[in-house]
């Protein structure tokens, strides 16, 4: 099974420090996106970045950046000055030839003031 | 714009009735994708419509059936409820051959006692 993996079930981080959030995954396709979403409790799936593993260039959306190793397949989630409103459930997930997301199982965020 | 739009937001049926959840996505989104959420198996794809055509689907048995209308709206309709549907369904919406990126709406918290 072609899986995403997210290590670390809960992740704290204190008010304006960096927190970075591990994922791997596995795939036989050479053509895939690599995304993270932001689950907070009104349950809403917000996406917070994308990356295209044709690119390497490492994507970066303001506070929020990655660090994609295609050959290790590995894509993990920065996020620099953390705030209050970024506490959520975080999910690292994979598409391939298809719409079809593949999710990990996601993690819990806390952000401490 | 206005966002992918669920209904009803939560629903408590008992098991053996059957349900229907609607989907409205982004206006000028032609792909819609729905997924299963449950503490215990996470996110699962369920299955994908395009232009009023199921394109992909997941691993669920066929009580799990959907379909799209020629005005991108989707439903999804789970036959014979059983204990273990319950569930967040979260509905997603794409422009399918653009970006890629999926938007998701907030789900229906569906309940089976």
């Known amino acids: 099974a072609q899986t995403v993996t997210q290590s670390q079930p809960e992740m704290s981080v204190q008010e304006a420090e960096t927190v970075t959030l591990s994922c791997t995954y596995d795939?036989?396709?050479?053509?895939?996106?690599l995304f993270w979403y932001k689950q907070p409790p009104s349950r809403q799936m917000i996406l917070v970045i994308r990356q295209e593993a044709y690119k390497q260039q490492n994507a970066t959306e303001n506070r929020f950046s990655v660090n994609f190793q295609k050959a290790a397949k590995s894509f993990s989630l920065k996020i620099s000055d953390s705030q209050l409103g970024d506490a959520a459930m975080y999910f690292c997930?994979?598409?391939?030839?298809?719409?079809?997301?593949?999710f990990g199982k996601g993690t819990k965020l806390t952000v401490n003031p | 714009k206005a966002g992918v739009t669920q209904t009803p937001r939560y629903l408590i049926k008992t098991r053996g009735q059957q349900v229907t959840l609607s989907c409205s996505p982004i206006s000028g989104h032609r792909s819609v994708s729905w997924y299963q959420q449950t503490p215990g198996q996470g996110l699962q794809f369920l299955f994908e419509y395009f232009s009023e055509t199921q394109r992909n689907k997941g691993n669920f048995p066929g009580r799990f059936s959907g379909r799209q209308f020629s005005n991108s709206r989707s439903e999804m309709n789970v036959s014979t409820l059983e204990l273990g549907d319950s569930a967040l369904y979260l509905c997603a919406s794409s422009l399918a051959g653009g970006s890629r990126k999926l938007f998701f709406g907030s789900g229906t918290q569906l309940s089976v006692l």
């Open positions: 997930a994979r598409q391939g030839g298809s719409e079809k997301l593949v």
């Open positions: 795939t036989s396709e050479s053509d895939y996106y």
